[in-house]
Structure formats: C-alpha cells, structure tokens
C-alpha cells in the first residue's frame, strides 16, 4: 500500500529565507507526485507534479521540488518565501488511481 | 462553469443520524473522490471512483458508504453518524489517468453531537 510521509508538520520562517519541505513515500510501482498547497479558508491547490522526465519540477509562484527515486523522496524548495506563501502544504502519491496525501506541513511566515 | 459542487457546505448531527453529502462535478471528469481533513492528519481517503458505475475503498471507509449516480455525481452517505466522524469532508474529481490534476469542492464542515 501506497503512504506518504512530512517531516515537518509547522515551520516558522521569516521573509526571504528559503523553504525546504520533506516528503517521502512509500509506492512500489511507477509514481507520480504531487504538491498541493492550501490557503487560509480555501481549498487546495496543484503547486506543481512529476510523473516522468526531468526530476527536477518547476511550478506555480516560483516553488519547486525534486524527485529522488534512490531516496524515495520529493521535497518541495523555494529560495525566497513571502508572506502570502503562509499555508498548508499537501504532499501526495498516486498509486492505483488512487491519491494518497501526507499528513501536511504548516507554514508561517513572518514580515 | 461551477467546477465541482459539494452540499450542504455546513451539517450539524447527533449521534445516529443519518445524511448524506452531495457532490456534483461539471468538467466531464472520469474520476471522483471523497476526503475528509482533520487537523495533524491531513486529507484521508474515505472513497473513490475511478470511472461510472465503479466505486473503491480508500484508506478510511469504515462508516461510510457511496453511490456514483452518473458521471457528474459521486454522494458519501454516513448511514450512523459518530463523533469520530466530525471533519470536513472535500470532494474532487480529476480526468482518467494518474498524472491528472485534482479539483477540489469547497468541503463541507459535519459536526456530530
């Protein structure tokens, strides 16, 4: 069965720091990965996915994030967060037709 | 175009009752799901349906139950609601295929008594 693991589940980080959000899964066949990002009061949103090519994955409002096969991993980056990046960050695996999220990680970011 | 519709947005119910949520999608999408999202837990798969007239188990299904009316509808029934099942419950739905984009409803927020 298919799982999806977020080291962190809050982080505090001030304007302009850089952002990294682990996540790592559990899939035994071919993957593909998603990151979703929820707003305060909002539904979630696609920030970007993999399903082949290059591992390294560009999406909306400069975020990215890498695949890893070896490690099992896709950790989301961003170089410079602001203040309207303050959300909840959604992790996911599709597996089966099926698509599994983490347990999310909360972001704050401070002015 | 509406995207996908979840009612009631708000439910209040006591121990044994009965409802059920409805969702409604109008992006001619194949798949269909059902979440609930509860804090430090993330969203949990309840069920799915990967095209008309099939329904799967997910990750949490115990208490639930559901129907794919047709291809634009996909209801959660919870047939005797507990307090566990308090939450917010989100409805999605994405094009066949497992690369494809999940839209969301709005959710719907059940209390149970």
């Known amino acids: 069965a298919q799982s999806v693991s977020q080291h962190n589940h809050h982080v505090i980080l001030s304007e302009a720091a850089s952002l990294e959000l682990g996540c790592n899964y559990s899939y035994g066949g071919t993957v593909n990965l998603f990151w979703y990002v929820q707003y305060p009061g909002q539904h979630l949103q696609l920030l970007l996915k993999?399903?082949?090519?290059?591992?390294l994955v560009k999406g909306i409002k400069g975020f990215e994030a890498e695949f890893i096969k070896s490690k099992f991993s896709f950790n989301l980056r961003k170089p410079s967060v602001q203040w309207s990046d303050t959300a909840e960050y959604f992790c996911?695996?599709?597996?089966?037709?099926?698509?599994?999220f983490g347990a999310g990680t909360r972001l704050a970011v401070h002015p | 175009n509406a995207g996908v519709t979840q009612t009631p947005k708000f439910q209040v119910l006591k121990t044994g009752q009965s409802m059920t949520l409805q969702c409604a999608q109008d992006m001619n999408h194949n798949s269909m799901y059902w979440y609930r999202q509860d804090p430090g837990m993330g969203l949990r798969l309840i069920y799915y349906s990967a095209s008309e007239g099939t329904t799967d188990k997910g990750e949490v299904p115990n208490g639930y139950n559901v129907s794919r009316l047709n291809k634009r509808e996909f209801s959660l029934r919870l047939e005797s609601a507990a307090p566990s099942q308090t939450s917010v419950y989100f409805c999605a739905s994405r094009t066949q295929g497992r690369t494809g984009e999940l839209f969301f409803g709005e959710g719907s927020r059940l209390t149970v008594l």
């Open positions: 993999y399903f082949s090519g290059d591992p």
């Open positions: 996911a695996v599709d597996g089966y037709n099926k698509l599994i």
